[in-house]
């Protein structure tokens, strides 16, 4: 006879993987959040090193003979031919450089912003640094493209991966600012020491409380949406 056991359990073991860390582990300590945060800034200054190449073709700048003549990607941008399309390293490098940015602050934000009611200061500031990250860069992108995709990890089934309207987008970077204006550091406090770091835009405080919007936001059915930068919260931006 041949007898066979068998056991059930209930609880089953979750191990952690030892090679590599989760985004919850690794964004678990301020001490491995701050240089993650740094490298975000990098990123976004090395995506300004060549951003005068979006300008080609327009009034603002143009090329010579030898770069129009050598380069098809720089040529198709100064005469409009067909190598201005969507494969153009140009353009392209523009839109992955901010994307890269954009998608690295979600990917924190998606960790810190369920734990902002722990009111821990120096986390909040983390993540207000992250949402001033990720609104300029989709600044930068809503000036060059219109409408373009939003990433928010926790509402993936809310935008996916489609282009959003204009409004939608300013609406996006709006709530990003006003969470990094109540978070980010007063740049006048004598604790304030690191200049390389975002500081709070303390003038936007009250404007942005006196009729609840960063920006003025308009559009019908036959005209396409318009948007205000009603507090002039640009230039206040370094």
Known sequence: FIYTLTTSCSDFLTQEPESSLSAQQVFSKAENIDPYIRGLYKQWRDAHRERAGIYIG???MQ??????RDKADLRGLETYGPAMNSTNEVVLKEWKNR???IAGAASLLEVLQPKEEINDSVLNRLMAEA??????NYFELVHTWGAVPLIDFTKLEVYGNKRQPVIEVYKFIEQDLLTAIKYLPDPTAGSYTDKSRASSIRPLKKESTSNGNLFTHSATKTRPATITNASGIW???P
Request: include cysteine.
């Open 99 to 101: 994307y890269e940015v």
């Open 131 to 136: 949402c001033l990250l990720r609104a300029a």
């Open 235 to 237: 230039d206040r931006v």
């Open 58 to 60: 327009t009034d603002e």
């Open 63 to 68: 090329l010579g003979g030898v770069q129009a």
